[in-house]
């Protein structure tokens, strides 16, 4: 790689300033746009962004009683204040749900202003900075990201910031750039405590790798270790005595989902992960074409692209090892990626929130290609206006595919105002997938509850207003019961639901097939499991149409077999 010979120059701090602002602004104006075009503050994929909103209310109403949660320490005070302002000038006012998709869009915009810095100061070229940023805006999984409300985008900011901070500094540590590493990385991971597992490791071995003193080599990884102790000491000293604090080794060691019913490595994650690789770069949303089963071009296009792409970069940084600067950038993103995909193999591999970070490494990947292209006499400035052309397709692709899912939030508040008229919230409990958004939307409008009827008086009962039963719903909850007693906790949820006098509406559930089960469901359950609670329902309870929405889908009505 073509490393520039110096830091940038004093003269070079205008212009530099000026892209950064044309970066973060126009980047932040593109992404709110997209925002607001798309009108899906949940993306459609899950709806963790709801709940976190939820989470997040108390602290921008009542901050000094909401409560902390370890696993995300700074991020609901941060987003709290954030959300306070967008209140004050008027943005989504009250309504934290669709405030994070315009904060996480400035996040998202922050991140090529963090990109082009990372490459201006390793390469000094301008045009290869601000083409890397473009490209890194058009990778699907970044992009989708900064447009919805999911929780990871300003963490992710932060420790790409570490990330690029780290590539430069630690190839030559000093005292203070290591703890200023070490500060920066820990903020990032005190917001999202799982990104401490794979960068950390990649932290240390850029220190151990840059250093050529044994001793030295000791000090440094000691000090980065000492001063990721500190921050967690200080940040935990800090809170005390607020509701839910916690020491700074609990929040060093949360557990989160450590014992989770997604925790585990199995054989059908390594396909998932390969779709998680694939589908940071490239989204899948319009090539599954109906009528064509196994159409994913998108699937092949994406992995050979990333090959393509380390077949060039990892030879280049491989010829200038004997640079530190090479080393660090390496082992920065290079150990991120493999230490993180080991960790996504024991979690949610395919899961967009846990490969943002671990896959960082192909933005610096195809900012070595753009450096290649433009050594080439014979490409020079057509090479990169070509890469660069490519990079506006890609985003341009991407936006696309997430066209099928746009405007749920309309439809969505529609479809529960409809089911509310057609099911009496007073005499109805919900039958429902945990994965569906019928949950998500009605714990949205009809308030957050917990599944299950044990606390149920009979009908009438105003409170809860939302009442429902999960289909999976101990399967995530009690990941080590059997089948069996899976099946006899629906049975006896239902049938209880059933003697108090409600109607039990199934969502959806009743005409799925074993194969559309599984996928609704994911990796969470096996097939044999959910092939038991299926049979439950048909074994146990007939069904009648109730009515059917256009967005919710069928809606049957429960009862027991006779003879029950």
């Known amino acids: 790689m073509v490393f520039a010979a110096s830091s940038l120059r004093r003269s070079t701090t205008p212009g530099l300033l000026l892209d950064l602002a044309i970066l973060t602004m126009g980047g932040a104006a593109l992404l709110i746009a997209i925002v607001l075009w798309f009108d899906n503050a949940q993306g459609g994929l899950t709806g963790n962004g709801v709940f976190k909103s939820l989470e997040l209310?108390?602290?921008?109403?009542?901050p000094a009683h909401a409560p902390l949660y370890p696993s995300n320490y700074l991020y609901y005070p941060l987003y709290g204040a954030l959300c306070r302002l967008l209140d004050f000038l008027g943005v989504f006012p009250g309504d934290p749900r669709r405030q994070?998709?315009?904060?996480?869009?400035?996040?998202?915009?922050?991140?090529?202003?963090?990109?082009?810095?990372?490459?201006?100061?390793?390469?000094?070229?301008?045009?290869?900075?601000?083409?890397?940023?473009?490209?890194?805006?058009?990778?699907?999984?970044?992009m989708f990201l900064a447009i919805i409300n999911e929780d990871i985008m300003p963490s992710y900011t932060v420790l790409l910031a570490a990330m690029a901070l780290g590539s430069v500094w630690l190839a030559k540590p000093t005292a203070p750039r290591v703890i200023a590493v070490a500060v920066l990385f820990s903020l990032a991971w005190l917001m999202e405590w799982r990104l401490m597992f794979p960068t950390l490791p990649a932290m240390l071995a850029a220190l151990w790798l840059c250093e050529k003193r044994i001793e030295w080599k000791l000090g440094w990884v000691a000090l980065f270790l000492a001063s990721v102790v500190a921050t967690a000491t200080i940040v935990a000293w800090a809170w005390a005595g607020h509701e839910g604090a916690v020491g700074p080794f609990e929040l060093i060691w949360t557990g989160k989902a450590v014992r989770s019913v997604w925790a585990g490595f199995t054989w059908a994650k390594v396909g998932y992960l390969w779709d998680g690789v694939v589908a940071y770069l490239?989204?899948?949303?319009?090539?599954?074409?109906?009528?064509i089963p196994g159409w994913d071009i998108w699937r092949w296009v994406a992995t050979i692209w990333m090959v393509a792409v380390a077949a060039v970069a990892l030879p280049f940084l491989w010829r200038h090892w004997d640079d530190p600067r090479s080393r660090a950038l390496s082992a920065v993103f290079g150990i991120t990626f493999i230490a993180g995909e080991v960790f996504n193999l024991y979690s949610q591999p395919q899961d967009p929130q846990m490969q943002l970070n671990v896959m960082a490494w192909l933005t610096v990947g195809w900012a070595v290609v753009l450096v290649a292209v433009r050594e080439r006499r014979r490409w020079g400035r057509g090479g990169l206006a070509a890469l660069g052309g490519l990079s506006v397709a890609l985003l341009a692709y991407n936006v696309w595919s997430i066209e099928p899912l746009r405007g749920l939030d309309s439809a969505w508040e529609g479809a529960i105002a409809r089911m509310e008229r057609e099911g009496d919230p007073l005499r109805t409990v919900w039958l429902m997938h945990d994965f569906d958004w019928a949950m998500v939307y009605g714990s949205l409008y009809w308030g957050l509850n917990e599944p299950g009827t044990a606390d149920l008086g009979p009908a009438p009962q105003k409170d809860p207003k939302f009442k429902w039963i999960g289909f999976t719903g101990q399967v995530l909850?009690?990941?080590?019961?059997?089948?069996?007693?899976?099946v006899d906790d629906l049975r006896g949820q239902i049938d209880r639901a059933l003697e108090l006098g409600y109607d039990v509406l199934v969502v959806r559930l009743w005409g799925m097939d074993l194969a559309q089960l599984e996928v609704a469901t994911g990796m969470v359950a096996s097939s044999a499991r959910l092939d038991a609670l299926r049979r439950l329902l048909r074994e146990d309870y007939v069904a009648t149409q109730a009515f059917i929405d256009p967005v919710a889908g069928a809606i049957d009505r429960l009862k027991k077999k006779p003879g029950r």
């Open 57 to 62: 209310k108390p602290w921008v109403v009542d």
């Open 282 to 291: 490239l989204g899948a949303g319009v090539a599954a074409i109906p009528g």
């Open 100 to 142: 994070m998709t315009i904060l996480n869009a400035v996040s998202g915009a922050l991140c090529l202003s963090v990109v082009y810095l990372l490459i201006r100061s390793l390469t000094g070229l301008r045009s290869v900075a601000l083409l890397a940023a473009l490209f890194h805006l058009a990778s699907s999984f970044v």
């Open 477 to 486: 909850r009690h990941p080590d019961w059997s089948d069996a007693q899976l």
